[in-house]
């Protein structure tokens, strides 16, 4: 392990911080446990970090495991992705594939050949495969066409969505196609005296702390129904994400705010992605989503068409969290496209950020989980 560039995070006790080279990233990695135990890897999120899962790492890890959290490419610490800017960057290097590649060099650099679970919140959950899933459910792979030699049906034409969100009597735009916009990066990092208020605005948004945030499943991808969802998934037409996020928070009381807050998020913890982010800039992780919302960058993805995740997988998410819903009927397909789905668990006083406001639940379902699939695995 290579030593520490940086200071040291405030971490928790039995947290370790530390530094694994590979032969493509240098992977800034949070350990928790002893390294003979079986392996459990924690795959955050955006605008997240390693750092993300602290809270959850030391009693997983006295449960027999060891856990590993590190910052995904893109992300914080770890170096040796492309840092180029959004006219430079070779996307190939943050397609889907690669993410997942990422997973499996750092598994074996450790000395694994196989992992007892993987869990990934966020945009972690595309890359998690051993599964929980936390805040983003899995929709399946995409399909390819199908028996076109004997049935060639013409493809249906996508209904343009971001046209009729223009055309609203309020227009509106979607967040991932605006993170996906060359000018998106710029407005996030800048101004950066002012990074702290704009990402304690977005943290506090997406959680259970915001009273903006009364999740329900909508009926369609449809322009109108896009519309019910606030202003932090599908934004006013004209706005950056900042301007966004401070229309939303006009009308609160910053002292509420900080003091809400500070019960899973306090100032020192909030200032280390103020750090993180404010040394990278947030291109690194808005690559991930120009990959999402571009077809053509999907295509690699299409070596998995047809394939379903064939081993135990759990979905959590926050009750009040609007993430669950921003896709009509995933969670509903999710009993078919993860053949041993053990469920979804929505808990009751978290949003968006279910790991950090309930850590001690997000717990005692991960253990339970865990403790499950072995003994299945051993009646077997």
């Not at 840092?83 to 997942?100: H, I, M």
């Not at 948004?205 to 369609?220: C, I, Q, T």
């Not at 690559?287 to 053509?296: G, L």
Request: with cysteine; glycine share 6%.
């Amino acid at each position: 392990m290579a030593e520490s560039p940086y200071p040291p995070l405030p971490l928790p006790p039995g947290i370790t911080e530390s530094y694994l080279p590979s032969h493509d990233l240098t992977y800034h990695v949070l350990s928790a446990g002893q390294r003979n135990k079986p392996l459990v890897l924690l795959l955050h999120g955006f605008p997240e970090l390693a750092f993300s899962w602290r809270k959850i790492m030391p009693a997983i890890a006295a449960d027999g495991y060891h856990v590993v959290a590190y910052d995904q490419r893109g992300y914080g610490r770890t170096t040796g992705w492309d840092t180029r800017e959004f006219s430079s960057v070779d996307l190939n290097t943050f397609t889907f594939t690669r993410l997942v590649r990422d997973v499996v060099i750092l598994a074996n650099a450790l000395g694994y050949k196989e992992v007892a679970c993987v869990v990934g919140h966020d945009f972690g959950a595309v890359a998690a495969s051993i599964v929980v899933l936390m805040s983003h459910p899995f929709k399946g792979i995409p399909s390819v066409p199908f028996n076109t030699v004997a049935d060639p049906k013409p493809q249906p034409e996508n209904q343009n969505v971001h046209e009729a969100l223009a055309e609203l009597p309020e227009p509106r735009k979607h967040y991932k196609w605006y993170y996906s916009s060359n000018p998106a990066a710029g407005e996030m990092d800048n101004p950066k005296e002012d990074l702290h208020d704009f990402l304690r605005g977005y943290f506090f948004l997406k959680s259970a702390d915001w009273k903006g945030n009364d999740p329900k499943p909508l009926k369609a991808w449809e322009a109108t129904e896009l519309a019910k969802l606030p202003y932090y998934y599908v934004m006013p037409l004209k706005a950056s994400m900042r301007e966004s996020v401070k229309l939303s928070m006009a009308d609160e009381d910053q002292a509420t705010v900080s003091k809400l807050s500070s019960r899973w998020l306090n100032d020192d913890d909030l200032d280390v992605y103020v750090q993180e982010f404010g040394r990278n800039g947030f291109q690194g992780g808005l690559n991930w989503y120009r990959i999402a919302t571009d077809p053509k960058n999907m295509k690699d993805v299409e070596l998995f068409a047809g394939r379903k995740i064939d081993i135990p997988s759990l979905f959590i998410s926050g009750k009040q969290d609007w993430g669950t819903y921003q896709e009509p009927g995933i969670i509903e397909k999710m009993s078919e496209v993860c053949t041993q789905f053990r469920g979804a668990k929505l808990l009751d006083g978290a949003g968006h950020w279910v790991q950090q406001e309930q850590p001690e639940q997000v717990i005692g379902l991960i253990t339970k989980f865990l403790k499950e699939v072995k003994v299945d695995s051993i009646s077997h």
